[in-house]
């Protein structure tokens, strides 16, 4: 499993480390690859020894794996580190160190003469060396190649490739080229591009490190040990071997291109970064990120992690994992920031990170997760938390939840979608979700069970549990029907409670009114208003085909005399029926989301909202009808310009915001002098709500129609 995550953050050192690191760089990062900027490093330095990326303690597990006792070693740029001397110590007295500074490499032979005299010091340029060819089994390189490679200028990446084929000459077959790096993206690249075309092996090595160590004033960023084995080649085979072994995995990752391992240490990279800062500020803003299969690269696991600083820290609150039941990772508790707030403070924890899991990958159950789980999420809690301390895994009832993927197409209009049944709480639902983007659900229907409304019966709150084992999954067959009683979301509801707008609320389930929808989806809006206002006439314009097919086949839409589907652009069509037939619907209503991802607003399209078309729209609507509009707009300004447009068309706005979503409803009517007050409203609503509450008519309790317009305002 590799991770993939987005989240910069830079560090800092103590001030007095900082400032004397100050006065030791150079002022242009060029200079690193300067003789004479090394010359009055080491001068100004001293003797003291400088270790760029760590101490041999920290480099020798990986490291050690390939170097042998009596192999000849060549250090290149070893400045006054002591690694050298420590090899020498542990038995590698085959030693051969290169500088570019003279200061250095005479500090380095006083310091070595008595103690190591097996091991020599030698003034010369890595681009240039005097060794014979094949000279060497191991070229050591601790930061070197990151001084000489500090910009992307062509003449810096062709003194680099100078010192790669340096390298590759005095290098026996099966020698190993060992660099010690921060892995820039262009440095990384410049390395394994030449040595992968060469045909060596490539594998590239993360470091560990613990919490404490990524968390002290050290590098941010992990440090990377580039492994390049010299393979003798073999006529007529091909041999491109690229791997990465991640920090405590002993089995490398195999890649396929080198591009894919790039990424792949970036996403490394990146990660280090993100626990970075969670261990440097508690506080931290919205964190996210995605555990993928290592084998297929599809994202497994999705983790947010949420702060909780209103807690008062004890012992067994620090940090908890969250997982969330399959199928209900777009709920406002589970889907959005301010939900996840609130459970965490729900939950009592300082820190808790929430998991997700995708479609479309298996889990065997709550026991199997949090094995797999445990060894990473664990490098996301806070570091002081003891090495000893459980950390409870929790869900709802200890239930990984049910997602069953029904049905899988694409559509040209729409691209790839899937029809997916889902459990709730108390029942299973069928959802629409458009792929391209997967975090919102499109449609969704309740599916038709003995299960009780909620309206009709208490049930208990689930508790959650610190673990629990899997429970079989409800398969809900493809066939079973949707419960037409019931609009799932709280947008449509609010829209058919808009109604009420409209003359003799306590008239309409058996007045003739004339509806027109933009935009189908699952068709559970025009059937619902089919169904309980006896006498409408519907007409639905839907652009994309695909999508009626959906609705007939899997949420039992059924278009008739009173309910017709038109396959049109909805601009086209009310543009060509406001020229055609004037003041021909009751109530018109806008719920078409828009697929330019540009814009802060998804829905409506903004074409939708143009001034000339709205002014279409009012030729359509009669005198005291009501236009309803679903908005989604993120962007304030936008949504302020939206409101001004609308406003020029219709003289009178209400607005319902829907809790806890982005949607907000807009109610437009021409007529102004019948201004309702919120309290109206609701009084209306609730006649309305009535009057489609009839004995022997199937009709959901859960929710309340008035309660949909308790907080609407007039615009």
Same mark, same amino acid.
């Given at each position: 499993?590799?991770?993939?995550?987005?989240?910069?953050?830079?560090?800092?050192?103590?001030?007095?480390?900082?400032?004397?690191?100050?006065?030791?760089?150079?002022?242009?990062?060029?200079?690193?690859?300067?003789?004479?900027?090394?010359?009055?490093?080491?001068?100004?330095?001293?003797?003291?020894?400088?270790?760029?990326?760590?101490?041999?303690?920290?480099?020798?597990?990986?490291?050690?794996?390939?170097?042998?006792?009596?192999?000849?070693?060549?250090?290149?740029?070893?400045?006054?580190?002591?690694?050298?001397?420590?090899?020498?110590?542990?038995?590698?007295?085959?030693?051969?160190?290169?500088?570019?500074?003279?200061?250095?490499?005479?500090?380095?032979?006083?310091?070595?003469?008595?103690?190591?005299?097996?091991?020599?010091?030698?003034?010369?340029?890595?681009?240039?060396?005097?060794?014979?060819?094949?000279?060497?089994?191991?070229?050591?390189?601790?930061?070197?190649?990151?001084?000489?490679?500090?910009?992307?200028?062509?003449?810096?990446?062709?003194?680099?490739?100078?010192?790669?084929?340096?390298?590759?000459?005095?290098?026996?077959?099966?020698?190993?080229?060992?660099?010690? !790096?921060?892995?820039?993206?262009?440095?990384?690249?410049?390395?394994?591009?030449?040595?992968?075309?060469?045909?060596?092996?490539?594998?590239?090595?993360?470091?560990?490190?613990?919490?404490?160590?990524?968390?002290? /004033?050290?590098?941010?960023?992990?440090?990377?040990?580039?492994?390049?084995?010299?393979?003798?080649?073999?006529?007529?085979?091909?041999?491109?071997?690229?791997?990465?072994?991640?920090?405590?995995?002993?089995?490398?990752?195999?890649?396929?291109?080198?591009?894919?391992?790039?990424?792949?240490?970036?996403?490394?990279?990146?990660?280090?970064?993100?626990? !970075?800062?969670?261990?440097?500020?508690?506080?931290?803003?919205?964190?996210?990120?995605?555990?993928?299969?290592?084998?297929?690269?599809?994202?497994?696991?999705?983790?947010?992690?949420?702060?909780?600083?209103?807690?008062?820290?004890?012992?067994?609150?620090?940090?908890?994992?969250?997982?969330?039941?399959?199928?209900?990772?777009?709920?406002?508790l589970f889907g959005t920031e301010e939900g996840r707030k609130q459970l965490a403070a729900s939950a009592g924890f300082q820190r808790?990170?929430?998991?997700?899991?995708?479609?479309?990958?298996?889990?065997?159950?709550?026991?199997?997760?949090?094995?797999?789980?445990?060894?990473?999420?664990?490098?996301?809690?806070?570091?002081?938390?003891?090495?000893?301390?459980?950390?409870?895994?929790?869900?709802?009832?200890?239930?990984?939840?049910?997602?069953?993927?029904?049905?899988?197409?694409?559509?040209?209009?729409?691209?790839?979608?899937?029809?997916?049944?889902?459990?709730?709480?108390?029942a299973n639902y069928r959802r629409l979700i458009f792929l391209s983007n997967r975090n919102v659900v499109q449609s969704e229907a309740?599916?038709?069970?003995?299960?009780?409304?909620?309206?009709?019966?208490?049930?208990?709150?689930?508790?959650?549990?610190?673990?629990?084992? !899997?429970?079989?999954?409800?398969?809900?067959?493809?066939?079973?029907?949707?419960?037409?009683?019931?609009?799932?979301?709280?947008?449509?509801?609010?829209?058919?409670?808009?109604?009420?707008?409209?003359?003799?609320?306590?008239? %309409?389930?058996?007045? %003739?009114?004339?509806?027109?929808?933009?935009?189908?989806?699952?068709?559970?809006?025009?059937?619902?208003?089919?169904?309980?206002?006896?006498?409408?006439?519907?007409?639905?314009?839907?652009?994309?085909?695909?999508?009626?097919?959906?609705?007939?086949?899997?949420? /039992?839409?059924?278009?008739?005399?009173?309910?017709?589907?038109?396959?049109?652009?909805?601009?086209?069509?009310?543009?060509? %029926?406001?020229?055609?037939?004037?003041?021909?619907?009751?109530?018109?209503?806008?719920?078409?989301?828009?697929?330019?991802?540009?814009?802060?607003?998804?829905?409506?399209?903004?074409?939708?909202?143009?001034?000339?078309?709205?002014?279409?729209?009012?030729?359509?609507?009669?005198?005291?009808?009501?236009?309803?509009?679903?908005?989604?707009?993120?962007?304030?300004?936008?949504?302020?310009?939206?409101?001004?447009?609308?406003?020029?068309?219709?003289?009178l706005l209400y607005s319902q915001r829907i809790e806890g979503e982005v949607n907000e409803i807009i109610f437009c009517q021409q007529?102004?002098?019948?201004?309702?007050?919120?309290?109206?409203?609701?009084?209306?609503?609730?006649?309305?709500?009535?009057?489609?509450?009839?004995?022997?008519?199937?009709?959901?309790?859960?929710?309340?129609?008035?309660?949909?317009?308790?907080?609407?305002?007039?615009?």
């Open positions: 499993m590799f991770v993939s995550c987005v989240l910069l953050h830079g560090s800092s050192a103590p001030c007095g480390r900082r400032m004397e690191n100050l006065r030791l760089l150079p002022r242009r990062v060029q200079e690193f690859a300067s003789a004479a900027y090394w010359e009055r490093f080491f001068h100004n330095r001293g003797e003291r020894a400088f270790e760029w990326y760590g101490k041999w303690e920290e480099l020798r597990t990986t490291l050690g794996r390939y170097l042998r006792p009596r192999d000849s070693i060549l250090v290149i740029g070893c400045g006054n580190s002591e690694l050298s001397e420590q090899l020498y110590d542990e038995g590698h007295q085959d030693i051969v160190n290169v500088d570019i500074s003279e200061v250095v490499i005479k500090q380095m032979q006083e310091r070595s003469v008595h103690l190591r005299p097996k091991m020599s010091y030698l003034v010369m340029d890595v681009l240039q060396m005097d060794f014979p060819d094949e000279r060497f089994q191991v070229v050591l390189d601790k930061g070197t190649l990151d001084a000489l490679l500090t910009d992307e200028e062509e003449a810096t990446f062709g003194r680099a490739q100078r010192m790669f084929s340096e390298i590759g000459r005095v290098l026996q077959f099966g020698g190993r080229y060992l660099c010690v !790096s921060l892995a820039q993206a262009h440095v990384l690249k410049a390395a394994v591009e030449y040595f992968f075309q060469e045909g060596w092996m490539v594998r590239i090595h993360q470091l560990s490190r613990n919490n404490e160590e990524a968390s002290d /004033g050290k590098f941010a960023l992990p440090i990377f040990v580039y492994v390049m084995t010299r393979i003798r080649h073999v006529p007529g085979s091909v041999l491109h071997i690229l791997e990465l072994c991640a920090e405590k995995q002993d089995k490398p990752i195999r890649f396929s291109s080198v591009d894919h391992l790039l990424e792949a240490v970036k996403e490394r990279q990146q990660y280090a970064l993100l626990r !970075s800062q969670l261990n440097k500020n508690s506080s931290s803003g919205a964190v996210s990120l995605d555990l993928c299969n290592k084998d297929t690269g599809q994202a497994r696991y999705t983790l947010h992690v949420v702060h909780n600083l209103a807690v008062k820290v004890s012992h067994d609150n620090q940090f908890a994992i969250f997982i969330i039941p399959q199928g209900r990772e777009t709920e406002w808790l990170v929430t998991v997700a899991l995708h479609r479309d990958q298996h889990y065997e159950g709550m026991g199997a997760i949090q094995a797999e789980l445990s060894g990473k999420v664990m490098e996301l809690a806070p570091p002081d938390l003891s090495a000893h301390q459980q950390v409870p895994f929790l869900s709802v009832g200890g239930d990984i939840g049910m997602r069953t993927i029904q049905h899988r197409d694409n559509s040209t209009l729409s691209g790839e979608y899937v029809i997916e049944d889902v459990k709730g709480d108390c309740r599916l038709a069970s003995r299960v009780p409304h909620k309206g009709n019966k208490k049930h208990r709150k689930k508790k959650k549990t610190a673990s629990g084992d !899997s429970v079989k999954s409800i398969d809900v067959p493809a066939n079973q029907s949707i419960d037409k009683s019931y609009l799932c979301c709280a947008h449509h509801r609010t829209m058919v409670a808009g109604l009420c707008l409209l003359k003799n609320p306590e008239c %309409l389930p058996e007045a %003739l009114i004339h509806v027109l929808v933009i935009g189908l989806g699952g068709g559970s809006l025009p059937l619902f208003i089919h169904d309980y206002f006896m006498q409408s006439c519907i007409d639905v314009v839907e652009i994309d085909p695909d999508v009626l097919d959906v609705a007939i086949r899997w949420f /039992g839409f059924s278009p008739g005399d009173r309910l017709k589907v038109h396959i049109a652009d909805g601009l086209t069509y009310i543009s060509s %029926l406001a020229a055609k037939a004037p003041n021909t619907y009751d109530a018109i209503m806008f719920d078409v989301d828009s697929k330019d991802s540009t814009l802060g607003m998804s829905c409506p399209p903004a074409a939708f909202v143009e001034k000339t078309f709205l002014q279409e729209v009012r030729t359509l609507l009669k005198t005291e009808g009501i236009f309803v509009l679903n908005l989604v707009c993120r962007d304030s300004l936008l949504r302020d310009d939206v409101l001004s447009t609308l406003r020029k068309s219709f003289p007529q102004t002098r019948r201004k309702l007050t919120s309290v109206d409203l609701q009084r209306s609503a609730q006649i309305l709500e009535k009057a489609l509450w009839q004995p022997g008519r199937a009709w959901d309790s859960t929710y309340v129609l008035a309660d949909m317009l308790e907080a609407v305002r007039l615009v």
